[in-house]
């Protein structure tokens, strides 16, 4: 049996997307608050103020050797429980364009791509959407460890 | 992480917020620039009393390889094995009362950053700085680049 599922899907930059689960969206901020954090690793650069917090703010096109985007417009925020004490977070992930709801069958799972070796510590699994291999982010992993930026 | 139980002194530069702990802090001076032939300021200049390297970070915590001329101050501080100076736009204590410190997010904590920690300040985030990993930090070739704070 083919279950099907609803998944968000968003490009973090031009032509390449990624998804997270319907329930890990929390808000989707306009012309978001940034605060460079110096040191910090490129793909992490930036504490975003979002309801009087400051929240990890996360782009993965430095993950698979692309570029920044060069004028953040939008970041979408998104929450997962922490697995080493169950806590609730939240987080900030740059986006290029608007984000949509997919519904995504079984069978449509496949390898996750291969442009970055980072995907296996930051992907729960991946599926084929047309002719692109889009990672299932696990946001726990994303945000709560450091990663190793090779592409 | 627990609230700060030292004083902090603000130190702002580049648009950078940091705060250091009052205790590593030597001395305030008011920026008094040796100029070279090429009337520009020099990377290391010495402070009379304090006879020490005066460095200008950028907001990225890179070292320019000339002082900011246009800052106000060199804050003096004292690290393990020596003192040395950074400019700064502005010195001020921190102005709010037990200030609460939060751990940097675990996927921006790097372990040679002096950076660990940050406070917000009203509208502002002020990040924790270590002075002796800031020495350290420093005093790596890699972190020198060329321009100009």
Redesign the interface.
Known sequence: MNVRHDAILFEFTSGRHAAIGPHEVAELVMSPKLVPVPMAPNHCHSLCIWQDRAIPFVELAPLIGQRSLENIQLALVVTYFARSNGEQRWGALGLSTYFRMVSVGDDAACPLPQDSSAWPSIAHSCFRLVDENVPILNLDALFEQRLALVS | MNSASAGYALICFDG?NLLIDQHAIVSLENMVMARDEDDEAKASEIIEENACEVHSLT???AVANKVDARCRYIVVLQADECRFGITADSVQSLPIQDPQL?S???????S????KA?V?VEE??A?CCDVDTLWS?INTSESRHECTA
Do not use: D, G, V
């Open positions: 950078l907001a990225h915590l939060h940097l997010p675990a996927c921006m904590n790097l040679e950053s002096p950076i940050y917000q502002r985030i990040f930090h």
